[in-house]
Structures are given as structure tokens and as C-alpha cells.
């Protein structure tokens, strides 16, 4: 079955510590993003990526980073920089980059100890 | 600011009742989505429309470019349909980029 995983369902932080969750994807899509929700909120973008070893920054990516050197997945790091880590992150992917639908995982929710 | 708004925030109705809930945005648009978040966290594509209307099932969306708002009716509610409801608008930025602005949600409740 095609689809895009994310792991883990839950993440602890600690205090000044990076954090990595994990999105993959084996729907050949070109175009990954990263969302982050908080309650009450629309989703905001974190990065995006259009295309492998090709990444821009969305609107709120201070404090976190990605890689994208394989198609089939777009990991996000949670670094310590990231004041206010705490909320629900989602991942989607689609065919191209914005003007397709897009396919997003089960989420990850992170918490910090 | 391009924002986008929905209404109502929360939606509590009984089954079988036909549910409408509306979104709102503040400039022109290329597309917009709906999508269903189900309790559980997970995210799912309704509909991507630029006009017009589209059905799929029980669930309708409708879009007025003029007026920029869009409806997504669900005809004979059913407690399955308990769920966030979020629109959101793809708009154009320069040189070609797009954009995705989400809104808050709509949370629906259907009682037996």
C-alpha cells in the first residue's frame, strides 16, 4: 500500500536537546512538506521540499532543520533552538510542489519534559 | 494579510441532520481544499476546487470566486462524520511560488 509514515506517534524532549521525526513516503512524489499544528490553530508551514537535495524554508523554520537526500524521505530536526517545541507535526508529500493535492501521514505529537 | 476564516468553530448536530460549514478568505486564490482531520491526528483530502462545485458521497463543497467564500455541505449527517473540517487556500506568491494558508477548523460533533 502507498502512503507516507511518520515515526513515533509520540517524542519527549528535554530541555536543550535535538529531537528527529522521521516522514517517508513510497508515493513517488517529488514535493515534501513539514506542518506544524497547535491547538486552535491552522496548520504553518515549517520547510518544504520540491525536489531531492532542494529545500526552502516556510513560515516558521527558525529553530528547526531538514535534509532531503533521498525522494522517499524528508526528516525534520527539532533543535534546541526551537523555544516552543511543543504541538502536533505533519507531514505531507504530493506529485508536485503546491498545485496537486497533498498526502499527509498520521502526525507525530511532541512533548517537552 | 491573507487569512482565512471559518465558521462555526464548533458544530454539534444530530444524525441525519445536513451540516454546512464555510470558509472565508480575504484575497485572490488559485484553489482551495477541504480536508478531514479525524480524532486521531490524521489528515485527509476532501476536495481541491477552483469553481463550481464538486460531490463526492454525502459531502459537497462549492466555491463563489467573487465573493471568496466556499461551502462543504454534508447531506444525512452520520456520527462517522465526527471530525475537524479545514479549509485551506493556495494563492500565488511572485515568481511563481505558491502558498497554502490553512484555517483554524471547524470541529464537528454528530450525536446518534
Redesign the interface.
Known amino acids: 500500500d502507498g502512503g507516507i509514515t511518520q515515526s513515533p506517534k509520540y517524542l519527549f524532549r528535554k530541555e536543550g536537546q535535538n529531537v528527529t521525526l522521521s516522514c517517508e513516503q513510497n508515493l513517488n512524489h517529488d514535493a515534501m512538506y513539514w506542518y506544524r499544528q497547535d491547538p486552535?490553530?491552522?496548520?504553518?508551514?515549517i520547510y518544504y521540499s520540491q525536489i531531492v537535495n532542494d529545500f526552502q524554508k516556510g513560515d516558521i523554520a527558525e529553530g528547526y532543520s531538514v535534509s532531503r537526500e533521498k525522494k522517499e524521505s524528508f526528516p525534520l530536526t527539532v533543535t534546541s533552538a526551537q523555544k516552543n517545541p511543543t504541538a502536533?507535526y505533519?507531514c505531507?508529500s504530493s506529485i508536485l510542489?503546491?498545485?496537486e493535492?497533498?498526502?499527509?501521514?498520521?502526525?507525530t505529537?511532541l512533548l517537552v519534559l | 494579510k491573507n487569512e482565512v476564516e471559518q465558521s462555526p468553530q464548533n458544530l454539534t448536530a444530530q444524525e441525519g441532520e445536513f451540516i454546512t460549514i464555510n470558509c472565508s478568505y480575504s484575497v485572490g486564490i488559485s484553489a482551495l481544499h477541504w480536508l478531514q482531520q479525524h480524532p486521531g491526528g490524521g489528515i485527509v483530502s476532501l476536495f481541491m476546487l477552483s469553481s463550481g462545485k464538486k460531490k463526492h458521497g454525502r459531502l459537497i463543497a462549492t466555491i463563489n470566486i467573487q465573493e471568496k467564500h466556499s461551502s462543504l455541505h454534508i447531506t444525512a449527517s452520520h456520527p462517522r462524520d465526527s471530525a475537524v473540517y479545514i479549509c485551506a487556500v493556495r494563492f500565488a506568491l511572485i515568481q511563481g511560488a505558491q502558498k497554502l494558508v490553512f484555517g483554524q477548523g471547524t470541529r464537528l460533533t454528530i450525536n446518534p
Do not use: C, D, K, M
Open positions: 486552535g490553530q491552522g496548520l504553518r508551514l502536533f505533519l505531507a510542489a503546491w498545485r493535492t497533498q498526502y499527509f501521514g498520521p502526525g505529537r
